[in-house]
């Protein structure tokens, strides 16, 4: 009886509490090396590539993009991109402050 109690209490309280969700996603694209053939030509395209992850890949609003990496790799040119929401930005500041908080001799190299 006490155990069902107990399973009782904690159901309630997981089912009265929401989760967070935060949307963080690393995604890589790409443009044919022939497209980045002078400064403007290239904006063009990674803007271009950019648009194409966000409308095909992403099923949320994001708040900020960032360029993770860029690699040449044949013909081709390979952008690593990270992509976050509000509570997503949030994730990603809570860890690194985490980060900064341990101790030097703790930290796993």
Not at 4 to 16: E, F, H, Q, S, T
Not at 87 to 104: F, I, K, Q, V
Request: proline residues 4%; glycine residues 6%; aromatic residues 2%.
């Amino acid at each position: 009886m006490r155990h069902a109690a107990i399973a009782g209490v904690l159901a309630a309280l997981c089912l009265a509490t929401a989760p967070a969700f935060a949307h963080v996603v690393e995604v890589t694209t790409s443009i044919g090396l022939h497209e980045a053939s002078d400064p403007d030509q290239l904006q063009g395209a990674v803007k271009s590539a950019v648009e194409t992850v966000l409308d095909e890949a992403i099923a949320f609003v994001p708040t900020a993009i960032t360029v993770t990496s860029a690699r040449v790799v044949g013909e081709r040119v390979y952008i690593g991109l990270l992509i976050v929401d509000a509570a997503g930005e949030e994730a990603l500041r809570d860890l690194s402050d985490g980060e900064r908080d341990e101790p030097e001799n703790n930290r796993s190299s």
